[in-house]
């Protein structure tokens, strides 16, 4: 401020200077007013046109307005008549209409009822399927408090494989709770073939750690339940491999029972660290279809092992069983020569049965020879006399042969 105050005082003090300002002052007065007398003029010129056009557009608008008004009138007599014939129309479709809608109500109510029916009908069969949910519900719950009990779940994984084994092998070729050498007791032990050591199958599961992974929601608590439940999956193999896996006196591996098909998928899509060290530790986690499967492949070994065992009995067997064969053909070769004879005799017996018939029949006709003197009837050796009911006749009856 105090540099533009000096600035203005230095140029004022100059005269020359200031009669230059005054000067342009002024010049540049005259050229504002020139400007602003040039703009009123323009504008008066623009509002004297806008006021011409201004005019000529309500004069077109008052023709615009009459003939708007000719046409109303026109179409105000066209809309009468056209509303006159919409009246008629309409009402003859709404008489139509009445006597459509009251036949497809009265079908309608038909139909509906039809359907109430069927709705009754399966209402019942709805009734009848809640009593069996209510009664399956029920079984769930029981079995619920089953797997919630560590000493009945294990029974109840015990009870599946003890039912696989039991269906797939015979007796003899398996055992529940033998005791081996160190003392443990493992769930099953199957006799292997050819005096092999028994294979071992344990059917215990840490179902508690699995259950919290399955229900948890949270990352962080499903990591938690991971951890928690690959720990005792590990501490469960060692166990098994430490107890179960004795040199010499069981196999050199043992089954881990799993009895549901998707935790065994589960452990192996989500654990495979675990499969791994289960496998290091030679111990083989199955499921029930693969523990069905492994019994079948035993049965066939064992049965393969058995027809070994007793071939020297089988070909024994066949022997007699050809002896035995022999005998047969000889006793049915005499038993048909015996028919053969007994045929032959039917033959005769059938021949004389046809005389007999014969000589019956003449009788019956009454084909009687005259009676002969008494010295030829004596020479005919086989003659016959047979005397009649009335006593009167007496026949002679000659064999023919």
Not at 126 to 138: E, V
């Amino acid at each position: 401020m105090d540099n533009l105050v000096a600035s203005l005082s230095r140029f004022f003090d100059d005269p020359r200077a200031a009669v230059a300002a005054v000067m342009c002052g002024a010049v540049l007065l005259l050229l504002w007013l020139f400007l602003a007398r040039r703009a009123s003029l323009r504008r008066q010129e623009d509002a004297a046109l806008r006021a011409m056009e201004g005019e000529a557009r309500l004069s077109e608008l008052l023709r615009a307005q009459s003939e708007m008004q000719g046409r109303l009138s026109a179409m105000a007599e066209t809309l009468s008549t056209r509303q006159t014939e919409l009246n008629q129309s309409v009402s003859q479709r709404l008489d139509g209409m009445t006597h459509r809608i009251g036949a497809s109500i009265t079908e309608q109510t038909k139909s509906t009822h039809e359907n109430l029916q069927r709705l009754q009908e399966r209402l019942a069969v709805i009734d009848a399927a809640q009593n069996n949910i209510q009664t399956l519900a029920k079984d769930v719950v029981g079995l619920q408090a089953i797997l919630s009990n560590k000493q009945t779940r294990g029974a109840f994984g015990q009870g599946r494989m003890e039912a696989i084994i039991a269906d797939g092998l015979p007796m003899g070729a398996y055992g529940f709770q033998t005791t081996l050498s160190n003392g443990t007791r493992p769930d099953c032990t199957i006799r292997m073939p050819n005096g092999a050591p028994p294979l071992v199958i344990d059917a215990k599961f840490p179902l508690e750690a699995w259950n919290a992974f399955r229900e948890a929601a949270a990352p962080e608590a499903r990591r938690a339940a991971a951890q928690a439940f690959k720990r005792d999956l590990e501490v469960h193999i060692r166990d098994v491999s430490e107890k179960y896996l004795i040199p010499g006196e069981t196999q050199e591996m043992a089954f881990l029972f799993v009895p549901s098909e998707s935790i065994f998928a589960e452990i192996h899509e989500h654990f495979e660290s675990a499969v791994q060290k289960a496998q290091r530790s030679r111990i083989v986690i199955v499921s029930p279809s693969l523990l069905m499967l492994s019994i079948q492949v035993i049965q066939a070994v064992l049965k393969d092992q058995r027809m070994r065992e007793q071939a020297h009995l089988i070909q024994g067997e066949v022997a007699l069983l050809i002896e035995d064969l022999s005998r047969l053909d000889d006793r049915t070769r005499k038993l048909q020569t015996h028919f053969f004879a007994a045929q032959k005799d039917v033959e005769q017996i059938l021949t004389s049965t046809d005389k007999l018939n014969r000589r019956g029949a003449k009788i019956e006709a009454l084909e009687l020879e005259a009676p002969a003197e008494a010295g030829a009837a004596r020479d005919l050796p086989q003659a016959k006399v047979v005397e009649s009911r009335t006593g009167l006749l007496k026949l002679r009856v000659v064999d023919e042969e």
